[in-house]
């Protein structure tokens, strides 16, 4: 028997939950029988349940428990088949919304989709769409896979803090506000969505649509515009990036809760970081020349400028950055590649911020009073590592944090996103992540 | 000059790169157990899946492609001063101006343990590994372990791991408690139960009964027989100075080195675990078989050949350990027991697992040590305080700029801190002690 129990997460007695298990498999079966507004509650209640409870409760002798050992987490073949689902799922979401039952021409929904019909009719007064779907299943995944996430670093504040935080924001901020505004016949905003990651926000139809919604659509279009003139550098500039991509965006709510588990995945080679260079600074520029020629076409009518077509730019990006990179790509490759392929090769607002998060480094380098630290740093404890590598294994950014720590230097990396794993996971709680611009005594003793 | 030295582990490791970048000696590394110099102390997450082997590569790969240091994957069998040379078990022999030994420590063996039987394993080497790999590859119900030191915890951790029900066998009548003082002890132990190892203290074993070969029962002292298919002995370890002393250099429990780290034959040194200090530093052991001072040595030995540093001078005692969750630093000398001379001031809360200790001297109020567990303390202001001998009344003062606690977490620091300015306060001259 392993020796160790763990609790079920409900606190119930085996009996009472391998009976509500059963319950829950039952209630998936009879899914036919039930009327339409109950099928949607019982699968994703029955579903949760019976993954809570698969996550929590204890197993005999088994083999080894670590994640290279585990088929799903280390590239074996039902890796591989994860992907192919995941990549083939987002294909059709994109492209044929149909086979998944979308009614097209003013046709009722079918299939999964009209599943969800209740809800977005509760919502907002009209039938679900695929993104209606998409979004319900994203935010179900963000959390149900944080309530195990916070679970695992319970002992972590900042680890449960900063989850209860990507939680919130993906169910009030991308999933219900943008349809609680369109069901009282306002545009669709997610208004924690920055430019340029948001590469759409200066789009006609949707400079067009937030116009027209009188003076809620003018506050949004200048709290857009804010968002990546002042609020991104402020932040970033004393928090450093992970203030959005490990406590805000929807990315990375994904990515630190379901994407959890393929963190150790991401390539620590020093060719992935010098990839990791060759494209997040180009796509960043892509997306702002690309802005530019909209916003220039919009202004002066002309449909070119220097022999490039707005349309076909603005298209293009939207094809291959905005849905096959970031989406298709960017998720479906978790169990191959990492959960933080986009964040790491592609997103150009992690560009934009990891060039605030490193300036004050390069202010250091340029002769300035060595006194101005960057803010936001992970520090290392004296001459502490052991080199055991958990660091770098864990890190979804790719970075050898080891080399840093066995060196006893600050990590300061532009593409370090803050999750603050590598700190949680140190055996010897060698590593830090730290603001204090005074100068603490750190370093290799 | 040609530079040969004999084991790649972090002592040597440190010395080839060290050396590397400070001359243009030519270096070779010789180990014959991997061909990369790796981290020991990661055996335990190779076994448990959490990190692969090129995870625990002290430097990648390519790092060896652009430094000037070659390796060698091979066996030292013999070192001949006289000439000057290494004999290699597969290679041709290999010539050398400044030889050091970095042969690291091997497993002790007690009386008891006949290396033919099987069943019974170390664990140090990458050897070791393996055999534990073959031995729990056939998920036996139960293992039994000897020895409760820091590694002996690293093991009970693989095993149940792989739902293998472990019981451990300590002389002491609480973990460790010949090395930390009670109150700690007393967490530790708590914790490792908590965690599910059976533990019979206060109790050894006396022999072990085989049957074909294969270990089958132990006998402890107090206990009787117990059923064991599996064994860990895990009693500590020696320096491993066989082919120092074969070639006629003095070794006493490790290879005998003088401040240079040089030993009795001037062009051969000695560095890491396999290495005894002539002259002991003040409050420090002659061996000390960790990570730190390895990596020391190797750090300083570089500087030494270069003639950039006198001698070897470790910085301020320094150890860490981790119990499964509850980890452990520790800064200076900490006293186990209770004395005259030296005072502690110790603040526990048991349920939490949180324990910080501060020990000074009674008559001159210097700082000697800390030790605490479940909290982070910041190496470079503990040390400074420790080097500083600064009076205690100063170090509780500024105690929060010894935390090295991640954001949003419960501020022990401050509790401790209240606490021990009450005591200093009230009745700095007696040990006291705060249970939250
Ligand atoms: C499981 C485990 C966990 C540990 N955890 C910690 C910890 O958390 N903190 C800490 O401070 N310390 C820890 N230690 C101790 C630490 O690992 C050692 O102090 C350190 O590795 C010693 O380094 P070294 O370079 O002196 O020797 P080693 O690392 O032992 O390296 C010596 C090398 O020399 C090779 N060698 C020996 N003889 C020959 C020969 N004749 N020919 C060729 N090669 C030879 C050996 O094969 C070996 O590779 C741990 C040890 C173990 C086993
Ligand atoms: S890198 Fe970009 S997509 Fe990823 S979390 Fe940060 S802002 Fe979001
Ligand atoms: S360096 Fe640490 S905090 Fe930064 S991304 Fe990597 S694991 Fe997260
Ligand atoms: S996890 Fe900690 S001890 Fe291990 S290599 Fe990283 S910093 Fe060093």
């Known amino acids: ?445 | 000059m040609h530079v040969v030295i004999i084991g790649n582990g972090i002592a040597g490791c440190s010395l080839a790169t060290a050396l590397a970048e400070r001359s243009e000696h030519s270096i070779t590394l010789i180990s014959e157990e991997n061909p990369y110099p790796f981290a020991r102390t990661s055996l335990m997450y190779l076994y448990m899946g959490m990190v692969r082997m090129d995870d625990v590569l002290i430097h990648p790969k390519d790092f060896w492609k652009t430094e000037r240091i070659s390796r060698i994957h091979d066996r030292v069998t013999q070192i001949k001063p006289s000439t000057k040379a290494v004999v290699l078990q597969h290679q041709e022999m290999l010539h050398y101006d400044v030889l050091v030994i970095a042969t690291g420590s091997k497993v002790h063996r007690p009386f008891w343990w006949a290396e033919e039987l099987q069943g019974v394993t170390g664990l140090y080497h990458l050897r070791d590994l393996q055999k534990i790999e073959i031995l729990t590859s056939k998920y036996p119900q139960s293992a039994t372990i000897a020895g409760g030191g820091l590694i002996g915890i690293e093991l009970a951790e693989m095993l149940l791991s792989r739902g293998i029900s472990t019981t451990m066998i300590v002389r002491e009548s609480a973990y460790m408690n010949h090395l930390f003082p009670q109150e700690e002890a007393v967490i530790i132990t708590q914790h490792i139960r908590k965690h599910g190892v059976q533990l019979i203290l206060e109790d050894e074993i006396e022999e072990l009964i085989s049957q074909e070969n294969a270990i089958q029962y132990i006998r402890l002292k107090k206990h009787g027989l117990l059923p064991c298919t599996m064994l860990g002995v895990t009693t500590g370890v020696l320096p491993d100075h066989q082919l120092a002393s074969e070639a006629g250099i003095l070794t006493r429990r490790g290879i005998v080195v003088n401040d240079n780290l040089q030993t009795s034959s001037p062009s051969i040194y000695a560095i890491g675990d396999c290495a005894e200090l002539q002259h002991a530093l003040p409050g420090r052991k002659t061996t000390e078989a960790v990570w730190y001072s390895a990596r020391q040595m190797g750090e300083q030995l570089a500087e030494i050949l270069v003639q950039q540093r006198e001698s070897y001078q470790p910085r301020i005692w320094y150890n860490s350990a981790a119990f499964f969750s509850l980890h452990m630093q520790q800064y200076g000398d900490i006293l186990p027991g209770s004395s005259k001379e030296i005072i502690s001031i110790s603040w526990q809360q048991p349920q939490k697992n949180k324990s910080i200790r501060v020990q000074y001297h009674s008559e001159s109020k210097k700082i000697t040590g800390i030790l605490c567990l479940g909290v982070r303390l910041r190496h470079t202001v503990c040390e400074q305080w420790l080097s500083d001998q600064t009076p205690v009344e100063d170090v509780i003062r500024s105690w929060i700029r010894a935390s090295f606690e991640p954001e949003f977490s419960e501020n022990y620091h401050q509790l401790f801190q209240q606490f021990a300015l009450h005591v200093l306060e009230h009745r700095p001259s007696t040990p006291q002690q705060c249970i939250q």
């Open chain 1, 1 to 445: 028997m392993y020796p160790v129990a763990r609790k079920d997460i409900f606190g119930l007695t085996p009996a009472i939950y391998s009976g509500l298990g059963l319950l829950a498999w039952l209630a998936l079966a009879a899914q036919f029988w039930l009327p339409l507004p109950f099928r949607l509650p019982v699968v994703v209640a029955s579903l949760s349940y019976l993954y809570l409870h698969r996550k929590t409760t204890e197993r005999g002798p088994k083999g080894p428990e670590g994640l290279w050992y585990q088929p799903l987490f280390s590239r074996r073949w039902q890796a591989w088949g994860l992907a192919v689902l995941l990549t083939s799922l987002y294909s059709i979401l994109y492209w044929r919304p149909s086979w998944l039952g979308l009614g097209t021409g003013g046709e009722e929904n079918t299939g999964l989709i009209r599943l969800f019909d209740p809800l977005s009719h509760c919502l907002k007064g009209s039938p679900a769409s695929e993104w209606f779907a998409y979004g319900f299943f994203y935010t179900w995944a963000v959390i149900l896979f944080g309530i195990t996430f916070i679970r695992k670093y319970k002992n972590d504040r900042y680890q449960v803090y900063r989850t209860y935080s990507i939680m919130f924001f993906q169910v009030a901020f991308a999933f219900l506000l943008p349809e609680i505004l369109m069901s009282l016949r306002y545009p669709y905003v997610d208004i924690k969505h920055f430019w340029p990651l948001n590469y759409s926000f200066f789009f006609d139809w949707h400079l067009d649509g937030l116009m027209a919604a009188g003076k809620l659509g003018w506050l949004m279009l200048f709290w857009g515009i804010a968002g990546f003139t002042i609020v991104t550098p402020m932040m970033t500039w004393y928090y450093g990036k992970r203030w959005y991509c490990s406590w805000v965006c929807g990315c990375g709510a994904l990515a630190e809760t379901a994407g959890d588990g393929f963190r150790h995945l991401s390539d620590k080679s020093d060719t992935a970081w010098r990839i990791e260079q060759r494209t997040i600074y180009p796509i960043f520029i892509l997306c702002i020349m690309m802005t530019i020629l909209v916003l220039y076409t919009r202004f002066t009518g002309a449909e070119t400028l220097a022999g490039i077509s707005s349309h076909s730019l603005s298209h293009w990006y939207g094809f291959v950055i905005g849905s096959l990179f970031s989406g298709v790509a960017g998720v479906g490759f978790y169990p191959i590649l990492g959960n933080r392929l986009w964040c790491r090769f592609g997103c150009p607002l992690a560009a934009y911020m990891g060039l605030i998060q490193t300036l004050r480094l390069k202010y250091t380098n340029e002769g300035r009073p060595a006194d101005i630290k960057p803010r936001f740093r992970i520090t290392t404890n004296g001459g502490q590592c052991i080199s055991c590598g958990q660091c770098s294994n864990h890190c979804e950014m790719g970075i050898d944090v080891k080399s840093y720590a066995q060196r006893g230097e600050d990590i300061v990396r532009a593409s370090c996103v803050g999750c603050g794993i590598c700190s949680a996971v140190c055996p010897r709680d060698v590593l830090n992540l730290e603001l204090k611009s005074e100068e603490m005594p750190t370093g290799k003793v």
